[in-house]
């Protein structure tokens, strides 16, 4: 079984800066490609960034220039590196893992992919 822990959410004011941790146990963590995702309240989940097992990064459009993702396979831990924070970056943020022994360099944006998710982190913007 494999147990998935967001941390590091919090209420900032905007500009500041969070990063947000994600600890996997129970399984080798380097076969799994990671993945953090926010879900905003009344929007569906999306992905923010993710990383294949041997450190792809992939970003979505509109979170290239304030968010870095990053992994420490030793930690068996996924960072999330957010600056310049903006009350529209204010939702739940979600870390979820695939298995993925066969595809070391492939990283997977959608939600769909993911078996197992943490219970959320919780950021909150303040103007």
């Known amino acids: 079984q494999v147990q998935v822990v967001e941390s590091g959410g919090g209420l900032v004011q905007a500009g500041a800066s969070l990063r947000l941790s994600c600890a996997v146990s129970g399984r080798t963590f380097s076969l799994y490609a990671m993945g953090w995702f926010r879900q905003a309240t009344g929007r569906q989940r999306e992905c923010v960034a993710a990383i294949s097992r041997s450190g792809t990064t992939y970003y979505a459009d509109s979170m290239k220039d304030r968010f870095t993702i990053s992994r420490d396979n030793a930690k068996n831990t996924i960072y999330l590196q957010i600056d310049s924070l903006k009350p529209e970056d204010t939702a739940v943020y979600y870390c979820?893992?695939?298995?993925?022994?066969?595809?070391?360099?492939?990283?997977?944006?959608?939600?769909?992919?993911?078996?197992?998710w943490g219970q959320g982190t919780q950021v909150t913007v303040s103007s």
């Open positions: 979820g893992a695939k298995f993925a022994h066969l595809s070391p360099d492939t990283y997977y944006p959608e939600p769909d992919a993911y078996l197992y």
